[in-house]
């Protein structure tokens, strides 16, 4: 894995995404950080993550990125494929502990796949 500079920037994004638990929204870290850093700097430190394997991005229900932290991923691959949850009713997303298998096709080579899920979480089951 290559070596990610920790500007006050970086530190600031990884720790909103630590301290959130879950799969942030591109708006909603925009949103988050407005105080500390511009739309341009947080797409581009996303970008710059998930390029190193410490985040993984995935399209939402509703068209938007999200982004999740990697378990074991590095700059040449990301090995945390897996499937993604969104409640429709508050919104909430999270990347689901379960192995997926990628079928190989012939004659190309797969480098991304993208599942998601919808349907009431916990809380709103209640």
């Given at each position: 894995m290559a070596i990610v500079r920790k500007t006050k920037s970086v530190?600031?994004?990884?720790?909103?995404?630590?301290?959130?638990?879950?799969?942030?929204?591109?708006?909603?870290?925009?949103?988050?950080?407005?105080?500390?850093?511009?739309?341009?700097?947080?797409?581009?430190i996303l970008d710059r993550l998930e390029?190193?394997?410490?985040?993984?991005?995935?399209?939402?229900?509703?068209g938007l990125k999200w982004y999740a932290q990697c378990q074991g991923c590095s700059t040449e691959?990301?090995?945390?494929?897996?499937?993604?949850?969104?409640?429709v009713q508050c919104g909430?997303?999270?990347?689901?502990?379960?192995?997926?298998?990628?079928?190989?096709?012939?004659n190309v080579k797969i480098q991304s796949a993208s599942l998601l899920l919808t349907g009431l979480c916990e809380e709103c089951l209640t």
């Open positions: 530190h600031t994004l990884l720790e909103v995404m630590k301290q959130a638990g879950e799969a942030l929204s591109v708006v909603d870290l925009v949103n988050r950080l407005d105080q500390e850093m511009n739309k341009t700097t947080v797409y581009r390029d190193e394997g410490l985040l993984h991005s995935f399209q939402g229900k509703d691959h990301h090995t945390d494929m897996h499937p993604h949850f969104q409640c909430k997303t999270t990347c689901l502990p379960l192995d997926v298998t990628i079928p190989k096709v012939p």
